[in-house]
């Protein structure tokens, strides 16, 4: 894979690449690879320090720091530190994998991040082929069948996660495409292909994540007049009209499921009658009696099932725990407080401008598209995953030191 350029890497540095070239099949094989993946790396950045003066003297890195450090300090207030401690210990991984992967991603290594790039395509490429297969026949090529009607579970099996995949790899696939070149109209056709396939999946949160974050990255990048864009948004729309119509799985997944978003005062309603809403109503009355520091991390599990959280106004309050909120804001709130909830946005809003500002001087359409996918998982009130777990977390925090890691002037005054 490397002999070819003329560029030698270090052993340390194939290491890497050999494990985020992997990284896709990691996510697909479950959540111990995941945190292989990540011990792996952190250990080679343990003894890889001398080689990262420039990212030590960042402000990314000092906000990464100090969100951390209130990690730590949190612990005191936790209600079950045991809960808590791994996961701080998790963002402390983090924090190494985003240094090591900011130190190697340079001029010098671009050839070999490109080798990668094609190897992840065609894992996507499989992974879209497969949910194919299973949206006609109804199960997967290895037989795995979704436990939910109107949803895919491709090769992820019992864990429908496969909506989030295929979220952020779809960015990095179009990325790919613009990076080397390939004419719009192929651009065009895959931005349709990639959005019909996720509205098939049936992961309605994640499908309006993609939806967002494609029409985002291609109004930002592609080359052509806001006319012949409105038109591909009113061509793509038609197909998601047909595709609906006539499928009866999509029709009870986007309408009957959720068919009081359609009435007068429709949002209200719909949160007093699902599950996402007595999460959410819990996850906010918890913020409001631990305003300052929350109940700890992991701990949202621990505090919704007390019976003070009851509240006769939502319908589905007797299932009201979960092992987090179903949403990023709400999680932080209650399990950080404002306090936490404040520093990881100073964290994140300056990461974005920053690394916006590279991608302006530099016009790198990964770092655009790992941009616009961390904004698309902080929209407010759509359900999301924990960005403190294993698989949503995961790619969450992957895509960030990815955008961090196209930085290469750290020097810009915000």
Not at 50 to 69: D, E, M, T
Not at 74 to 83: D, E, G, P, Q, R
Not at 142 to 170: K, N, P, Q, T
Not at 259 to 275: A, C, M, P, V
Request: overall charge positive; some cysteine.
């Amino acid at each position: 894979m490397f002999k070819d350029s003329p560029n030698i890497l270090s052993n340390t540095e194939k290491s890497i690449f050999l494990l985020i070239t992997l990284y896709p099949i990691f996510l697909i094989t479950g959540n111990l690879f995941v945190n292989f993946f990540y011990i792996v790396i952190s250990i080679i950045s343990i003894f890889n320090f001398k080689k990262s003066k420039v990212f030590f003297k960042s402000n990314i890195f000092y906000l990464l720091i100090f969100f951390l450090v209130y990690l730590f300090f949190n612990l005191f207030f936790s209600l079950n530190i045991i809960n808590s401690y791994p996961r701080v210990i998790k963002f402390l991984l983090i924090i190494l994998f985003v240094k090591e992967i900011s130190t190697f991603n340079n001029d010098k290594t671009e050839i070999y991040f490109e080798k990668i790039i094609k190897l992840w395509v065609i894992v996507y490429f499989v992974v879209t082929l497969d949910v194919i297969f299973e949206i006609i026949f109804g199960f997967n090529s290895l037989g795995f069948r979704s436990s939910l009607e109107g949803r895919i579970a491709s090769f992820f099996g019992d864990e429908l996660v496969v909506g989030a995949f295929y979220h952020f790899f779809s960015l990095i696939v179009l990325s790919y495409l613009i990076k080397n070149n390939h004419q719009n109209l192929l651009f065009v056709l895959l931005v349709i292909l990639i959005i019909s396939v996720s509205f098939m999946i049936g992961e309605r949160a994640n499908f309006i994540r993609l939806f967002f974050s494609i029409f985002l990255f291609s109004f930002l990048i592609l080359k052509i007049n806001y006319l012949k864009k409105i038109a591909i948004i009113g061509l793509t729309l038609l197909i998601l009209g047909v595709i609906f119509y006539s499928n009866d799985g999509l029709k009870k997944r986007y309408y009957n499921q959720v068919s009081t978003l359609y009435s007068i005062d429709g949002i209200n309603k719909y949160f007093k009658e699902s599950q996402y809403g007595a999460h959410q109503i819990t996850a906010y009355e918890i913020f409001k009696n631990n305003i300052l520091f929350g109940v700890g991390l992991k701990n949202f599990r621990e505090e919704s099932k007390k019976s003070i959280y009851e509240n006769q106004d939502y319908y589905k309050t007797s299932q009201r725990q979960a092992t987090h909120p179903h949403q990023v804001h709400l999680e932080l709130l209650s399990e950080l407080g404002l306090i936490g909830y404040v520093s990881f946005f100073i964290l994140i809003f300056y990461s974005i401008i920053f690394s916006y500002k590279n991608y302006l001087l530099y016009k790198n359409p990964y770092q655009l598209s790992s941009l616009i996918f961390i904004i698309s998982c902080l929209i407010p009130i759509i359900p999301s995953g924990s960005i403190f777990s294993t698989f949503y977390g995961g790619i969450f925090w992957f895509s960030f030191g990815l955008m961090v890691s196209f930085n290469k002037n750290f020097k810009f005054k915000i």
